[in-house]
């Protein structure tokens, strides 16, 4: 077997512009679009709780980026047509402002990463920058910013990323893969990320999601009814939640297991999350620890094929899809959810977690004023560390190469998908299916 020496892995880079010149990037093709939109997003329903299909559609009629955050089927087929540089990463696969977050890291420091990983797959390293470009676009708009900034944001994003992928190629391996972003507490989104997090302890939510169980003084707690975004499970099917957790103990490191055999299951319920898992299977199981101020909860999420698959031929297709998110969070990621892990239940796939420990998210007022372009510039360089570390950064450094006709065509495309998914949602607005 040859091992590419640094110049031959950078060169290769350099070779596949030939493939995808940098300023082909700015292209898109909606006429191309083999089905539309609207049968794009019923295929993808299919298997989901049906009760719940119509406040999915409810969620995404209110934005365009309330539409962009459900339609990942609708953007894999668009990026699928056009040509690709075939630079293989992990991607996040669903790479916008709002799945970037603050969460508690193993050692208890609070870090800001990405964190949604439910989409993410081995594909063309472009698919995440484009899709990120979008958000940057429709949150300037939603946010009052004019085009010009929001297309300002996209170039500082990608310029960031295409910076920090060439600082990347110049360094050991070894140090790209323990990289950290130490200036994130001076960008006023993020700082304001990490102290919702600071707040976001266990027993802030346990106070949010459980109440006494009854009047008596010292009564156990239990999840809070709130329909239909979090509705206590009992039971067969409580049961059933229960015993899937026996598969997650097995894979779990035996520290973990340890940890994990510390708490005993208070109480199950089904949880609403997000808009593009809306009518997924989402359960969180309340644990009690060291005394009622010592608890736990663990959200057991369905996880079907990433909307990637079915356009990446050479895909390996996964063994389990609780698998396929654990694994790609921890190729991205600096740090994970050292309760990370997988389960199957009734024929389904799930992803299990830690829910809400320490975490914080941006919201779009955040990013009003110069927060936008801060914020887009720490999108670009944790996007770059996560491909550095799963992918090569010689290769895509050789790809990238200096300029800025990269940035500038990613900026264009942000502009006209966000022109594309603003059509496509105010199709969905007119359809009944907005209407519930």
Sequence with gaps: MHWATPEERRNLGQARRKQLGRQQHCELNPKARK??????????????????????????????FGYFRGAVPVMAADLAVLPSTGIMTQLCGDAHVRNLGAYAAPDGRLVFDINDFDETIRGPFEWDLKRMAASLVLCGRGSGHKEAA???????CIERYAAQMRAFAQMPSLEVGRFQVHRLGQVAPVRQALMKAERGTPLHTLDQL???ASAAPGAERQFRQVKPTLTRVTGSQAKLVLASLGLYRQMLEPQRQHLLSLYRPVDVAFKVVGTGSVGLRDYCVYFEGNGAADPLFLQIKEEPTSAYT???????????NGQRVAEGQRAMQLQSDPFLGWTHMAGRDYLVRQLNDHKGSIELEDLSGDGLVAYAEVCGELLARGHARSGDPLILAGYIGSGDGFADALARFGSLYADQTEKDWKELRRSPRAKG
């Design 150 to 156: 929001a297309r300002e944001a996209v170039e500082k």
């Design 210 to 212: 459980t109440e006494p």
């Design 35 to 64: 089905t539309p939109a609207a049968d794009l997003l019923a295929r993808s329903m299919r298997g989901r709780v049906p009760a719940l299909i119509p406040f999915k559609y409810k969620l995404m009629a209110e934005s365009p």
């Design 310 to 320: 079915a356009y990446l031929p050479d895909a390996q297709p996964p063994h389990h």
